[in-house]
């Protein structure tokens, strides 16, 4: 047998290192989410805990569900930027780590959508690119970085920004818009500003009218007022559990020109107002709940009045449009109406 021979450096030269392989593409997406998230952290309501990432881009912070598609893209964008391809198994493998630190490492935090209520004091969440929230106090209101609020805001698919509130603006232009009495005028104006608070049972308002009454204007108009979003106007949810998810992605859900309403979607109408709780078995488990719990205001509109049963201890709005010759179907006078009013009357008290 012969014995092995022993390679040794010339004398006066280092040995040569061995070369180290680069990280791979799992490894170095996870450094890098890593190092761009300014923290981990998690909300817990009803069910297990979801894991969320903050992470400031353009000067300010933003907060990301991490099961989302946003926050795949946002690791998109940093392997992009870093020619690091990753497969679909590795981006479930980095998110699985980043939520298993959210949830066990990570601080808990409460999580709205659009308005938290905190008793003495409000935060209203303009959705807008800089994440500026709106604080209202009994000494005033003023528009502050989200990262500064005690509360963190999530944004579903849809929510668009509310604009900047104006200090002294007017509501006479509602006036203009909104096909009712004065009276009727002040029930409506008051039920927005009833939207930008939380406290117990939330408020349903129901416009009825005949065609050309602008009834889906006055709707449309109050959901840019208090909850813009892309889909403005709904129609009738197909089962309770498509109304809970459609309730649990925005802070006003509208209802629009349904002709009739079953029962059961009127009690869950009720329900929600109060306060709902909805469950079902969780998908691809066998004994599991998956829990939505929700409280929102609606607005529904119909040509003849489909709410019949009572509300519970919601409160119910009864609003009538009388005809009109000069606002319509598809009018758009909403246009003239500054999004922003309602919200500065709320602010102002």
Same mark, same amino acid.
């Given at each position: ?185 002040? $029930? ?7 939207? @930008? &608070?939380?406290? =117990? /049972?939330?408020?349903?308002?129901? +416009?009825? %009218? ?116 000069? $606002? ?7 246009? @003239? &109406?500054?999004? =922003? /009013?309602?919200?500065?009357?709320? +602010?102002? %008290?």
């Amino acid at each position: 047998m012969t014995a092995s021979k022993k390679v040794t450096a010339p004398a006066g030269q280092a040995p040569a290192l061995k070369k180290q392989k680069p990280p791979s593409p799992k490894v170095a997406a996870l450094a890098m989410a890593r190092a761009s998230a300014t923290e981990l952290w998690h909300a817990k309501e009803d069910g297990p805990a979801t894991g969320y990432l903050s992470h400031e881009r353009n000067g300010h912070t933003e907060h990301v569900e991490l099961r989302t598609t946003t926050a795949t893209q946002w690791l998109g964008s940093l392997t992009f930027s870093s020619g690091v391809v990753l497969s679909r198994a590795d981006i479930e493998s980095v998110m699985d780590h980043l939520e298993a630190h959210a949830i066990h490492s990570g601080q808990r935090y409460p999580v709205y959508v659009r308005v938290a209520d905190l008793g003495d004091v409000v935060y209203l969440d303009l959705a807008n690119e800089a994440w500026e929230v709106v604080r209202v106090t009994a000494k005033g209101w003023e528009i502050i970085p989200g990262g500064e609020a005690p509360v963190r805001f999530r944004r579903p698919n849809g929510t668009e920004a509310l604009p900047i509130p104006e200090r002294g603006g007017s509501l006479s232009g509602y006036s203009e818009v909104v096909n009712t009495s004065p009276a009727g005028l002040s $029930l409506y104006i008051a039920f927005l500003v009833s939207c @930008l &608070v939380d406290r =117990g /049972a939330q408020a349903i308002l129901n +416009l009825t %009218g005949l065609q050309g009454s602008a009834k889906s204007t006055a709707t449309r108009l109050g959901q840019r007022s208090v909850d813009p979003r892309r889909a403005m106007l709904r129609g009738r949810p197909r089962s309770e559990q498509d109304f809970c998810v459609a309730a649990l992605n925005c802070h006003l859900l509208t209802l629009d020109n349904l002709s009739s309403i079953s029962s059961d979607l009127s009690d869950t109408m009720a329900r929600t107002a109060t306060g709902l709780a909805f469950t079902t078995r969780t998908l691809y488990s066998n004994g599991e709940e998956f829990i939505i719990s929700v409280r929102r205001p609606q607005i529904l509109n119909s040509i003849t009045d489909v709410v019949h049963r009572p509300a519970g201890d919601a409160g119910l709005l009864e609003l009538r449009h009388p005809p009109v010759g000069g $606002l319509g179907a598809g009018h758009r006078g909403d246009r @003239l &109406v500054h999004p =922003g /009013a309602v919200g500065a009357a709320a +602010l102002r %008290g």
